[in-house]
């Protein structure tokens, strides 16, 4: 809500004060816009809080539980307390809630959960297509049977003239929506749950969240050539979250405390690109494969770095599970990283990426679609289909929608019809063909309202909108993987004990 006096662009927001600290006798509080990512949390001075309207936590309400043992009530927010009753000058034990001026970001900042300015801070996966987030999901009836994975379907046109036609044969009933999670979640009917399995080796344990690790405790980093300004906290070193500028070597990830430690430090640094084997070059792009057990030191400076701009993950110091793929750009000083992911040597639920992170500086530019392409085909050398691991940030599921969408409808326009008849695909053949998993098919079909019943089968409709979207939508992406420049043979990981 706008307030009147305060200026274009500058409204009251409510918010949670996390801490507080005095800095020469100024207090200062860290907060949280409520129902805002916690990208945006900030220390503000008091001019910006408006004390008229405070509210604590009630006390927690013991209740009887199943087994009779007591047990406890969330606290909440509802009760109000007069302006005097104000926070002293030490850290929050428990949140209290309180309206401050809000200084509106940037149109797609303004979106909770949306994406903050470029120059300083990266989405904590990769770059969203905006196109994308205008569209509602699409879930087929509880009345209308659900898509099977086998079955054929038929694309019409919406407006009469047919631009691609694919038909649908009964089969096996789909089990879930894999592209919900705890904040992105779709719309769901009977029998299409859309919450998927929130297991997986770096799934973040959000019980154990406190009111330090809700805090970023790095104020910026300096890495390379770059200076990148965090969004949520990472586990570095105690001593090192008081420095104004955290100092990275760009090619070993090793931190430092001061510039003169990083040159220092460069004197003897060997390397001039990831540690690992390059299995993929074309022009300046590179991957490098890093073993997390054979260079244990780089793989866990790389999830401290990474820890910065994921919060849907935790960090585990044990690297030794996991593989990972380093993207890098290539100029006459070396190899620099532009961003990352991870997977499990094994993984039992056919995860292939664990984390996956773009740097600040290179968003925006496709290079997210090239890791999400470059993961899978990767699956494609294995054999098997694979989808990343839940949940996946905002800005993750909405790259992961957008590659989907333009693989899928990729495949669906260049099907050619035999003997006058309308071209037919399974999701199955889709599946093989893209390795994307089969219930990513169906949400993805679902999402952009693809799927249609009529007359006793499946029909995919491609609408003259869709077509000409994606025509523009591929033209604007000039970064692809060419896979015959991949040099990668996959490894029996179940044979070979301890990795």
Same mark, same amino acid.
């Given at each position: 809500m706008d307030r009147a006096g305060l200026g274009k662009g500058v409204a009251l927001a409510l918010a949670e004060i996390l801490s507080v600290k005095d800095i020469s006798g100024r207090k200062l509080f860290y907060?949280?816009?409520?129902?805002?990512?916690k990208r945006l949390d900030e220390w503000v001075t008091h001019e910006r809080l408006d004390l008229k309207k405070i509210q604590f936590p009630k006390k927690e309400a013991k209740t009887p539980t199943k087994n009779g043992l007591p047990g406890s009530r969330p606290g909440s927010p509802e009760r109000e307390v007069p302006a005097s009753a104000q926070a002293s000058g030490k850290t929050l034990p428990i949140p209290v809630q309180i309206t401050l001026r809000f200084n509106l970001p940037k149109e797609r900042e303004a979106i909770p959960g949306g994406e903050p300015d470029q120059p300083l801070s990266s989405s904590s996966c990769l770059q969203p297509n905006h196109r994308s987030t205008k569209r509602k999901v699409e879930v087929v009836s509880p009345a209308t049977p659900v898509p099977s994975e086998t079955a054929p379907a038929s694309v019409f046109p919406q407006n009469g003239s047919a631009r691609r036609a694919v038909a649908a044969q009964p089969g096996r009933k789909r089990k879930s929506n894999c592209l919900g999670t705890d904040e992105d979640s779709q719309d769901s009917s009977d029998g299409i749950p859309s919450a998927p399995r929130m297991t997986g080796s770096l799934v973040s344990d959000r019980s154990h969240d406190d009111i330090v690790t809700r805090m970023k405790n790095i104020e910026c980093i300096e890495l390379g050539r770059h200076r990148l300004k965090p969004w949520y906290f990472s586990p570095y070193p105690q001593e090192l979250t008081t420095l104004p500028v955290l100092y990275l070597c760009e090619f070993c990830l090793k931190y430092g405390r001061s510039l003169k430690c990083l040159q220092r430090h460069l004197t003897k640094c060997d390397l001039r690109h990831p540690p690992g084997n390059e299995i993929y070059r074309?022009?300046?792009?590179?991957?490098?494969?890093?073993?997390?057990r054979k260079n244990k030191s780089y793989s866990q400076n790389l999830?401290?770095?990474?820890?910065?701009?994921?919060?849907?993950? $935790?960090?585990?110091?044990?690297? &030794?599970?996991?593989?990972?793929?380093v993207m890098t750009e290539y100029d006459c000083k070396g190899f620099h990283i532009v961003g990352y992911f991870s997977k499990e040597k094994e993984s039992t639920e056919d995860y292939n990426v664990a984390c996956i992170l773009t740097l600040p500086p290179y968003q925006r530019r496709g290079y997210g679609k090239l890791l999400i392409e470059f993961s899978y085909e990767l699956s494609k050398v294995e054999g098997k289909t694979g989808t990343p691991e839940k949940p996946l940030s905002d800005l993750g599921l909405l790259s992961y929608r957008s590659y989907w969408s333009?693989?899928?409808?990729?495949?669906?326009?260049?099907?050619?019809?035999?003997?006058?008849?309308?071209?037919?695909?399974?999701?199955?053949?889709?599946?093989?063909? $893209?390795?994307?998993?089969?219930? &990513?098919?169906?949400s993805t079909l679902q999402y952009l309202n693809l799927i249609n019943y009529y007359k006793g089968q499946y029909i995919l409709t491609l609408s003259e909108d869709i077509v000409d979207g994606h025509e523009r939508a591929m033209l604007k992406r000039l970064l692809r993987i060419?896979?015959?420049?991949?040099?990668?043979t996959p490894k029996d990981w179940s044979k070979r004990g301890k990795w």
């Amino acid at each position: 809500m706008d307030r009147a006096g305060l200026g274009k662009g500058v409204a009251l927001a409510l918010a949670e004060i996390l801490s507080v600290k005095d800095i020469s006798g100024r207090k200062l509080f860290y907060v949280h816009y409520i129902d805002f990512n916690k990208r945006l949390d900030e220390w503000v001075t008091h001019e910006r809080l408006d004390l008229k309207k405070i509210q604590f936590p009630k006390k927690e309400a013991k209740t009887p539980t199943k087994n009779g043992l007591p047990g406890s009530r969330p606290g909440s927010p509802e009760r109000e307390v007069p302006a005097s009753a104000q926070a002293s000058g030490k850290t929050l034990p428990i949140p209290v809630q309180i309206t401050l001026r809000f200084n509106l970001p940037k149109e797609r900042e303004a979106i909770p959960g949306g994406e903050p300015d470029q120059p300083l801070s990266s989405s904590s996966c990769l770059q969203p297509n905006h196109r994308s987030t205008k569209r509602k999901v699409e879930v087929v009836s509880p009345a209308t049977p659900v898509p099977s994975e086998t079955a054929p379907a038929s694309v019409f046109p919406q407006n009469g003239s047919a631009r691609r036609a694919v038909a649908a044969q009964p089969g096996r009933k789909r089990k879930s929506n894999c592209l919900g999670t705890d904040e992105d979640s779709q719309d769901s009917s009977d029998g299409i749950p859309s919450a998927p399995r929130m297991t997986g080796s770096l799934v973040s344990d959000r019980s154990h969240d406190d009111i330090v690790t809700r805090m970023k405790n790095i104020e910026c980093i300096e890495l390379g050539r770059h200076r990148l300004k965090p969004w949520y906290f990472s586990p570095y070193p105690q001593e090192l979250t008081t420095l104004p500028v955290l100092y990275l070597c760009e090619f070993c990830l090793k931190y430092g405390r001061s510039l003169k430690c990083l040159q220092r430090h460069l004197t003897k640094c060997d390397l001039r690109h990831p540690p690992g084997n390059e299995i993929y070059r074309k022009g300046t792009i590179s991957f490098f494969e890093i073993d997390g057990r054979k260079n244990k030191s780089y793989s866990q400076n790389l999830c401290l770095l990474a820890k910065c701009f994921l919060d849907h993950k $935790t960090l585990y110091y044990d690297t &030794d599970p996991f593989l990972f793929y380093v993207m890098t750009e290539y100029d006459c000083k070396g190899f620099h990283i532009v961003g990352y992911f991870s997977k499990e040597k094994e993984s039992t639920e056919d995860y292939n990426v664990a984390c996956i992170l773009t740097l600040p500086p290179y968003q925006r530019r496709g290079y997210g679609k090239l890791l999400i392409e470059f993961s899978y085909e990767l699956s494609k050398v294995e054999g098997k289909t694979g989808t990343p691991e839940k949940p996946l940030s905002d800005l993750g599921l909405l790259s992961y929608r957008s590659y989907w969408s333009q693989t899928i409808l990729e495949i669906l326009m260049g099907l050619k019809s035999e003997s006058g008849e309308r071209p037919q695909i399974t999701i199955n053949e889709i599946s093989e063909i $893209t390795s994307i998993k089969k219930e &990513d098919v169906i949400s993805t079909l679902q999402y952009l309202n693809l799927i249609n019943y009529y007359k006793g089968q499946y029909i995919l409709t491609l609408s003259e909108d869709i077509v000409d979207g994606h025509e523009r939508a591929m033209l604007k992406r000039l970064l692809r993987i060419d896979s015959k420049c991949l040099h990668f043979t996959p490894k029996d990981w179940s044979k070979r004990g301890k990795w």
